[in-house]
């Protein structure tokens, strides 16, 4: 399978998201939620005492899974210093509308169990795109002939396109 990793650009020592998050809990506000889980769609632990994944650990986590379900082209883009809303993004194709679906629900299902967060799946219907927001992680999983209109990769990358990650 082809993995390749787009490095990001902007590396200011902060981070940024957290930072995004605390602003808005620290407002002052009199009932001012100081629940960054509230905020950041994911769960910073779980009932049974784990801790949280790493953003870097649920990457690994997702392309193992897209890898064991056969994707094809994954991307993982590097998001850190660049937008608050996730630290890495990961862009693969299935082959078919079915392959679309299958893999989404079981990325889904995966991280549900073993990095104890409730993904957001959004498209999977259709079969044409699906889009996962795992919190830290934004899966988006297309079928060839979608992901090619969209090029997202382009988009987050600029116009060198990516780089291949041994």
Same mark, same amino acid.
């Given at each position: &399978?082809?993995r390749?990793s787009?490095?990001?650009?902007?590396?200011?020592?902060?981070?940024?998201k %957290?930072?995004a998050?605390t602003? /808005?809990? @620290?407002s002052?506000a009199?009932g001012?939620?100081?629940? #960054?889980?509230? #905020?950041? +769609?994911?769960?910073t632990?779980?009932?049974g005492?784990?801790? !949280?994944f790493?953003p870097?650990?649920?990457?690994? $986590?997702?392309?193992d899974? $897209?890898?064991?379900?056969?994707?094809?082209?994954?991307v993982?883009i590097?998001?850190?210093?660049? =937008?608050p809303?996730?630290? /890495? &993004?990961?862009?693969a194709?299935g082959?078919?509308?079915?392959q679309v679906?299958t893999?989404? %629900?079981?990325?889904v299902?995966? #991280?549900?169990r073993?990095?104890?967060?409730v993904p957001?799946? %959004?498209?999977?219907? @259709?079969?044409?795109?699906a889009?996962? *927001?795992? +919190? *830290?992680v934004?899966i /988006?999983i297309f !079928?060839?002939e979608v !992901?090619e209109?969209?090029? #997202?990769? @382009?988009?987050w =990358?600029g116009?060198? +396109?990516?780089?291949?990650? +041994?």
């Amino acid at each position: &399978m082809l993995r390749r990793s787009l490095a990001g650009g902007l590396s200011s020592g902060i981070d940024l998201k %957290e930072a995004a998050l605390t602003s /808005h809990t @620290q407002s002052g506000a009199q009932g001012a939620s100081t629940d #960054l889980t509230a #905020l950041s +769609g994911g769960k910073t632990g779980s009932p049974g005492g784990e801790t !949280r994944f790493s953003p870097d650990d649920m990457l690994a $986590l997702v392309l193992d899974t $897209l890898e064991d379900a056969k994707a094809s082209d994954v991307v993982s883009i590097d998001l850190s210093g660049k =937008t608050p809303i996730a630290d /890495h &993004m990961v862009i693969a194709s299935g082959t078919s509308t079915r392959q679309v679906i299958t893999m989404s %629900e079981k990325l889904v299902e995966k #991280l549900k169990r073993e990095a104890s967060v409730v993904p957001r799946l %959004e498209g999977v219907s @259709q079969g044409d795109w699906a889009l996962i *927001d795992a +919190g *830290d992680v934004l899966i /988006h999983i297309f !079928r060839p002939e979608v !992901r090619e209109f969209y090029n #997202l990769e @382009q988009m987050w =990358t600029g116009p060198n +396109g990516p780089t291949l990650n +041994g």
